[in-house]
């Protein structure tokens, strides 16, 4: 290993998420593999050895040692809201005033403030968590609906998925945004996602239990720069227009037009984030016949135009540079 590399220290316990220690540590090997010599990462625990998840899954982690850590990043899971052994928090504490930044995942948050390290820090979790991470430490400035918060060197996250939102933030701010972007595209993950964590992916509530919408819906994700009417799509489900209408809305609770705008706007939208082609150029590429449409979609679906999501996703690149 380098001497420039970044320990980066996962800190899990007993109970804890595996995504919340998996996702984050994938974009890390990421990283490591991206430009060799980054980051040395190591899983710990209070006492080292095996540690079982909140799932049927175990991780052999290593002991904590007291030695300076670029990164420590405590990891949650849907039992770590305290109490805590005061080992672990004095440990926490004093990892902390050595590390160049110190983060959490999720309920990770609980074991922070635990350790005094987000007094007078604006600070996330889980959204299910928030308000008891508020009421149970007074001192932390608690936002509920955001995915990942930098304050100074302190960062914390919501739950789950949003740890690899942070973890991708962190690799910006130590080795670039090319980078980060390359292990986003690489993870097929949004390199930054706009708005806060209670929003969600239409791509999953089109889920239908029908084969046969389910196949309608591949075919237009894989064409959405081609017309597609519902003529169309109805030869696709081998099914009259009339049945397949009727079939489509039982199965999505949505028009067939209306699936295909939202799934054209999802595919737009982190390519507008990446803010490397015109509004125009992004409309066309997704099917939508000009960046005015593309528009109106984007309002109506997201609640806000591309500019505004372009603006938000560079104003966030910015405060990492």
Not at 58 to 74: K, R
Not at 102 to 128: E, K, N, Q
Not at 289 to 316: C, K, L, N, T, V
């Amino acid at each position: 290993m380098l001497p420039m590399a970044r320990h980066v220290g996962f800190l899990v316990s007993t109970g804890f998420n595996l995504l919340d220690l998996s996702g984050p540590l994938e974009v890390f090997q990421w990283a490591e593999q991206h430009n060799p010599g980054t980051y040395q990462l190591t899983v710990m625990s209070m006492n080292g050895g095996v540690v079982a998840s909140a799932g049927p899954l175990t991780v052999s982690t290593a002991p904590l040692v007291l030695t300076p850590l670029d990164t420590l990043l405590v990891v949650g899971g849907n039992i770590l809201t305290g109490p805590f052994s005061p080992d672990m928090i004095d440990f926490v504490r004093q990892a902390s005033a050595l590390a160049r930044r110190t983060t959490s995942i999720c309920t990770g948050a609980f074991i922070l403030a635990a350790a005094g390290v987000l007094d007078g820090v604006t600070a996330t979790t889980h959204w299910m968590h928030a308000a008891k991470l508020q009421a149970t430490h007074p001192s932390v400035r608690v936002e509920a609906d955001r995915i990942f918060i930098k304050d100074a060197n302190i960062w914390t996250s919501a739950g789950i998925t949003a740890g690899i939102d942070m973890a991708l933030a962190l690799v910006q701010e130590d080795v670039g945004r090319d980078a980060s972007l390359a292990i986003a595209r690489m993870l097929v993950v949004y390199h930054r996602r706009a708005g806060g964590q209670q929003q969600h992916s239409s791509r999953l509530d089109l889920d239908p239990g029908s084969d046969r919408i389910r196949l309608v819906l591949a075919y237009a994700r894989t064409h959405l720069r081609d017309p597609l009417p519902v003529e169309r799509l109805a030869q696709v489900a081998n099914l009259s227009v009339r049945q397949f209408g009727r079939a489509f809305q039982a199965m999505t609770g949505v028009t067939p037009a209306k699936a295909i705008e939202r799934l054209r706007a999802e595919a737009a939208r982190p390519r507008i984030e990446e803010g490397q082609e015109s509004l125009e150029k992004v409309a066309h590429s997704v099917g939508f016949s000009d960046a005015s449409r593309m528009r109106q979609s984007f309002i109506r679906i997201f609640g806000q135009p591309p500019q505004a999501i372009r603006r938000i996703s560079r104003s966030s690149d910015n405060t990492l540079r």
